[in-house]
């Protein structure tokens, strides 16, 4: 069964720090992943898309990273703001299905 | 500008009722989906449609119902069998299969009074 883990399930820091989310897969066979950002109330919104030779890609001060062996994803924010504050989701699309795979996301609260 | 409308934003429903979500896009997507959001959980998938009067259950499709007519629309309603249906539904549209990436709209919250 494909599955997609996201850790932590929420996250607070101070204003201009940095942070690392994670997101661990287990679909196959493997098309891209996408990270999410979705603000309270809100749809979400893409970040960033990531394909199997892909190690790294930027989105301003949102940088995804790709292990394609070990089956991991990373999301960096360099510099938070409080406008960070949302949650991030991971989702990982199989060329066999049709229906991506989505993680449960990542709350991240930025305090001032 | 090109984009995915879903209205109304709030929606309250009495018990026994059914109500109809509505979600339009212009972006000239064939596929369409509807998904379910409860705090705490992730989006969990209730209808898509790949293709106008085309459609597939999702994993949490008892309750609902949906159309796809059109190509723009993709309706949903929750009819009065579904007997938790509080939460936040998103709509999302995609030019292919969900690996083209979803397009989302703003969301509707569904709350029972």
């Known amino acids: 069964k494909n599955q997609v883990e996201q850790s932590p399930q929420s996250l607070i820091i101070l204003e201009g720090k940095n942070c690392t989310l994670q997101c661990n897969y287990t679909v196959s066979p493997f098309s891209n992943l996408r990270w999410y950002k979705q603000d309270t109330g809100r749809g979400p919104v893409s970040l960033t898309i990531?394909?199997?030779?892909?190690n790294t890609k930027s989105n301003g001060r949102y940088t995804a990273t790709l292990d394609a062996d070990t089956k991991q994803s990373s999301l960096h924010i360099t510099a938070s703001q409080l406008s960070d504050s949302a949650s991030y989701i991971c989702v990982v699309s199989s060329s066999g299905s049709y229906i991506p795979t989505f993680g449960r996301g990542t709350s991240l609260i930025v305090h001032p | 500008d090109g984009g995915i409308t879903q209205s109304p934003k709030y929606l309250f429903r009495k018990e026994g009722q059914n109500v109809t979500l509505s979600c339009e896009q212009n972006?000239?997507?064939?596929?369409m989906y509807w998904y379910r959001q409860d705090p705490g959980q992730g989006l969990r998938l209730i209808y898509y449609?790949?293709?106008?009067?085309?459609?597939q259950k999702g994993d949490i499709a008892e309750g609902y119902s949906v159309s796809r007519e059109k190509k723009e629309s993709f309706p949903l309603t929750v009819t009065s069998a579904q007997k938790n249906p509080t939460a936040f539904y998103l709509c999302?549209?995609?030019?292919?299969?969900?690996?083209?990436?979803?397009?989302f709209g703003s969301g509707t919250r569904l709350t029972v009074v």
């Open positions: 990531m394909t199997f030779s892909e």
């Open positions: 449609s790949q293709i106008v009067n085309d459609f």
């Open positions: 999302a549209s995609s030019i292919g299969g969900g690996d083209a990436g979803y397009t």
């Open positions: 972006l000239n997507h064939d596929a």
